[in-house]
């Protein structure tokens, strides 16, 4: 079956290059960007009981491929790509679970780490939303998720999506770090409780 | 030219009334962030020094993007300047309406009419509508069409967004009688 059979209305890619954040270069460059994809719900008209795989099944992988396919295709490739994160936005004549089916499935998650060479489970987005609704979509380090330097998040959106039977599904990605991380790891934290605080806020 | 960042857009359409869209119809949009060069100096009764200082510049760093974001011949195009808080509308004008800007692009794709433009001031996050036209005929009707475009954190109040837009095909299924047909 095509895209189009399979109810794909729309592919947006959107991406950011940041060249100076407060007026400094980043040290580290780095290219943030998504790609959403506009699908019919397959489950309007459904029950809040019903079963939802066979559906997941059919469009989640489809979906998987063809956004990588994208993030890899516009950012230089897999090796590029340090950090991802997933978003379902759910038109309003649909359940959130619908958007939860197409990004928090094996059928999704896991194609997505096999075509990035990641490894991490993958941080998201959902909500359920009127057509032209910005989700911000967080991303961190695909192979470390506590990498501190790769926290970091990308600003999806598509003007006329979705609409109240379809679902907008998308996949963030970054090729580097935050601009100016500066905020230390998990390695050179002090230990920090609130005894250890004092006065602070006792 | 002080740019803070260039975002990059593409809109494939599949799907277009509940009918197929085969080849998927592109758009795509490429906008460069750039500090308004006369933010804090008042009124300027005299533009020509920062346009001459820029223009040309910020035209030459958009055309081959978003010609490259397109991937195929643009077949129309259109142009785009947001104004930040502080400054003045004539400010993105003087940046986009001279042909030290705009030859880049139409140079780039082979064009030989006006680019269609929108100016506007508003807060980042601004929604803002990108007008296209047919490169080489403003009366081709089927090339009449825009797209929607939104920076969150852009324009800042004392920035100026400058963007392109380039189609790589009339509007999906586009089937208005031509504009000659009227005008017999």
Redesign the interface.
């Known amino acids: 079956m095509n895209d189009q059979g399979l109810g794909i209305r729309k592919i947006v890619y959107y991406s950011e290059e940041i060249l100076l954040e407060n007026g400094l270069s980043p040290a580290v460059p780095a290219i943030r960007a998504t790609a959403a994809a506009v699908v019919t719900n397959p489950w309007l008209d459904g029950k809040a009981t019903d079963d939802l795989n066979e559906e997941v099944i059919q469009l989640a992988p489809v979906l998987a491929r063809k956004l990588t396919d994208v993030l890899t295709k516009e950012l230089g490739g897999v090796d590029a790509i340090q950090a991802f994160g997933k978003a379902a936005i759910v038109g309003t004549a649909g359940e959130i679970e619908h958007g939860a089916a197409l990004i928090h499935t094996p059928f999704f998650g896991n194609l997505v780490r096999e075509y990035f060479d990641g490894e991490s489970i993958i941080c998201f987005a959902d909500d359920r939303a009127d057509a032209g609704a910005s989700l911000v979509v967080p991303l961190w380090h695909k192979n470390a998720a506590a990498t501190r330097t790769h926290y970091q998040t990308i600003t999806t959106r598509i003007s006329d999506a979705p609409r109240p039977g379809e679902i907008v599904v998308a996949l963030g990605a970054s090729t580097g770090p935050r601009p100016h991380s500066r905020i230390g790891d998990r390695l050179t934290d002090p230990i920090v409780k609130a005894d250890t605080l004092g006065d602070l806020i006792s | 030219m002080?740019?803070?960042?260039?975002?990059?857009?593409?809109?494939?359409?599949?799907?277009?009334g509940g009918r197929?869209?085969?080849p998927?119809a592109r758009v795509a949009v490429v906008a460069a962030i750039v500090k308004n060069p006369w933010a804090g100096q008042g009124f300027v009764e005299d533009l020509s020094a920062g346009i001459d200082g820029n223009a040309s510049d910020i035209g030459a760093l958009l055309a081959p993007r978003v010609l490259e974001a397109l991937g195929a011949p643009a077949e129309a195009y259109g142009k785009a300047a947001i104004v930040g808080l502080n400054g003045e509308i004539e400010h993105g004008s003087g940046l986009i309406h001279t042909l030290a800007f705009g030859n880049h692009f139409r140079d780039a794709a082979n064009a030989t009419t006006l680019l269609p433009a929108v100016e506007k001031r508003g807060p980042a996050g601004v929604?803002f509508d990108i007008p296209l036209k047919h490169i080489t005929d403003a009366t081709i009707r089927s090339h009449h069409q825009s797209i929607?475009v939104?920076?969150?954190d852009a324009p800042h109040a004392d920035e100026i967004v400058i963007a392109l837009a380039a189609a790589a095909q009339g509007r999906p299924q586009q089937r208005l009688a031509a504009f000659a047909t009227e005008t017999k």
């Open positions: 002080s740019i803070r960042k260039i975002v990059t857009l593409t809109e494939d359409v599949l799907i277009e197929e869209v085969t998927a929604v929607e939104r920076i969150n």
